[in-house]
Structures are given as C-alpha cells and as structure tokens.
C-alpha cells in the first residue's frame, strides 16, 4: 500500500510537508503543492484520513460542496441560495440523530478548474464522505475522489457511473410542463431559455423539450439562448428576445429555472409586454418568489430538502459499505401551474410529474 512516506519520497520533500498539502493547510509554496499533489496523483495515494475512515475508524464528518453560479447578488439572486440552503437542512436532518458533523464548501464558478478540484481535494482528506453538487468537478476527478473516499452526487449527470447520483427528475417535470403549454394553452412557437452548458439538470430539460417537440410535429422551437440560472441573465435574454422578436413573439418562453424566468418577466414587463396575454412563461424549480411574481410563474417543483436527505442517506450507506455499486436516485417532481402560462388567476393547483427517464438504458435510475 502507498504511504505517506512514499508521497514524500517522490515529492522530495517532508512528510509533514505531505501533511500539510493533504488537509489543504497553509506554510506550503504552490511550487511544492503541485508537486505534492502531482505525487499522490502519479502514486494514487490515499490520504490518511480517509485511510482511517474506511479502516480503523470515523471522523464523524461528511463534507458539503457546491458552487454559487453569479457575483453579483440582490435579493432575487440571493434566493438562489436557498436551494443549498435547502439541501444542507435535509442533510442535517438525516444526520442529527448520528451525531455526526458536516463541513461545507462554498465555491464560485468562474474559478478555475485546477481551483476546484483543489477545494475537493482538501475537503475529502477532512471528512468520511463527500457531497458533491452539480457542474462542481470533472466526471474523471469525481471518479479519482470516489476513489479515496466516498461520494454521492447532488443533481449530478444521469450517466454518472463513479459515484452515486441523488436528483431530481428534471426530464419528467420538463416533460410535464411543456406538454402542459402546447396540450392545453395550444402554443405553437416556443423560444427555450436553456442553462449553463455544464449543469446536468439543464440538459435533462433541454432533452426534455425536445423530446416533446419531436412528438408535436406542428409545434416549432422558434430560438433559443443560454443563460446562468441568475435573475440578471434571464434578463438579457429578454431583452435580446424583444430585439429579435419584436414584430412576432414566441407563444411561450421556456426557462431552465424560476430565476432566469422572473428576469424574463422583468424585461418583458418594461416593455410593456402583457404576460400570459402576449406571451407566456414558464420556470422550473418552484422557489419562493415563483409564487409572488407578476404575474405568478408556473413552474416544476423539485424536493430540494428532500434532495439532502436522500443523499446524505445514501452516502452514510456508502461509507458503511463501500464497495455496493453506484445508484442513481431520481426523485419526483410536481407541476405547479399559476397564471403566467394562462391559467385563471388564483391559487396554484399541483400536479404530478409522471415518472419517466431518457437514461434507462444507460443505467436503472430509482424514479
């Protein structure tokens, strides 16, 4: 078995050295973390702390870690927070009766990779398991941690093979939604306003969409762009939509999430744009604003608490039995409808998202 002190040999340095590097402390030159790090890599080392958790014992610890997608925050962009918010409270609640303790690791997006895979790197030497969000590490990093220590992803990729993946069904509730626009609202022209390119959830409802339009051969994706989930990029691409639009909107307004979907709301309300009246628009995510906008957004409602429960489930049951196969956990989702996609006016009626996946062939999701 490779040691610390083989690490050590390589890197031509101390094994406190190693140490040091191995829980992301300070006192260390960049220099001599790369080649730290360069060592464990090449030997496939790993760490003593998670040596420890799968052999002579526990930290008691799980690590959180996931990414803010803006910099720039008001209070619309603040609500995105919400969603981890709502995760590590389902966390804590699978894990209270433990005793156990969780660490959490907030990471911007516009870092660079070499960044993040240094912040899971430091975190997984501290804790008996990691928590991974979306879009935060490469499938072939996640593959070199699961390695080491155990991991579960939260809103990972569906075709995540090395670790377990916890999510919910964006697929479903996409389907849902955009069958609701053209079966009873009859819209025709849909404009898509897709997420980032690397959110796997994005590409569920993208997939979505299109596998909808295929099956309504009278119905046409009109355009589409790319936003960043925030309020301020659904509001760009309002504005880009009018510019190009403006003598014949689109019917409908598809957004990947609530946030880019209120933006959108926004832009269309300066411009004198009657929501659904001219034009309607729909989000997915069901965040608290979602039901007080102007008008009221319809929306898919995910279990986000529920998305840290389940996961931190499944991770304990990792830590306890590391060599089960990887599972992917499709969670259920709900279609909320309001008034922008031209329901009445009035309370939001929910209904059920039918459970249905494009990835069974690839691997047997729990749905």
Not at 108 to 126: F, V, Y
Not at 179 to 193: G, N
Request: net charge neutral.
């Amino acid at each position: 078995m490779v040691t610390l002190y083989d690490v050590a040999r390589l890197a031509g340095v101390s094994t406190a050295t190693v140490s040091r590097v191995v829980h992301g402390q300070e006192r260390v030159s960049d220099a001599t973390r790369t080649r730290v790090r360069r060592a464990i890599e090449d030997l496939g080392y790993v760490p003593d702390g998670a040596a420890q958790s799968l052999s002579r014992g526990r930290k008691e610890v799980i690590g959180l870690a996931c990414k803010e997608r803006d910099t720039v925050y008001d209070a619309l962009e603040e609500v995105g927070l919400l969603y981890w918010d709502q995760v590590l409270r389902g966390a804590e609640e699978r894990i209270r009766d433990t005793g156990w303790s969780m660490l959490v690791s907030f990471l911007h997006a516009n870092d660079t990779g070499r960044a993040q895979r240094d912040e899971l790197d430091a975190l997984s030497g501290k804790v008996d398991g990691l928590l991974i969000g979306e879009g935060f590490g490469s499938a072939e990093h996640i593959e070199r941690l699961a390695a080491r220590v155990p991991v579960v992803v939260i809103a990972g990729a569906m075709t995540e093979q090395a670790a377990d993946v916890v999510a919910a069904n964006s697929f479903s509730g996409s389907t849902a939604i955009i069958t609701h626009l053209i079966s009873e609202h009859h819209k025709r022209r849909l404009f898509h306003l897709d997420g980032p390119s690397d959110a796997p959830d994005a590409s569920e409802r993208r997939l979505a969409l299109h596998r909808v339009l295929g099956s309504n051969p009278q119905c046409q994706l009109i355009g589409s762009a790319r936003g960043t989930f925030s309020v301020r990029s659904g509001e760009h691409a309002g504005q880009d939509l009018l510019a190009r639009y403006s003598g014949d909107l689109p019917d409908a307004v598809v957004c990947a999430n609530d946030q880019m979907a209120i933006g959108m709301l926004k832009a269309l309300a300066v411009a004198g744009i009657h929501v659904p009246g001219e034009i309607s628009v729909v989000g997915f995510d069901d965040i608290y604003p979602a039901g007080v906008s102007d008008p009221p957004l319809t929306t898919v409602r995910q279990p986000v608490r529920m998305l840290g429960r389940r996961a931190c489930s499944r991770l304990l049951d990792r830590i306890a039995n590391p060599q089960r196969p990887a599972t992917l956990d499709l969670l259920p989702t709900q279609l909320v409808v309001r008034a922008s996609c031209g329901c009445p006016p009035g309370a939001a009626t929910t209904r059920p998202a039918a459970p249905m996946s494009p990835a069974k062939e690839l691997r047997q999701p729990n749905v």
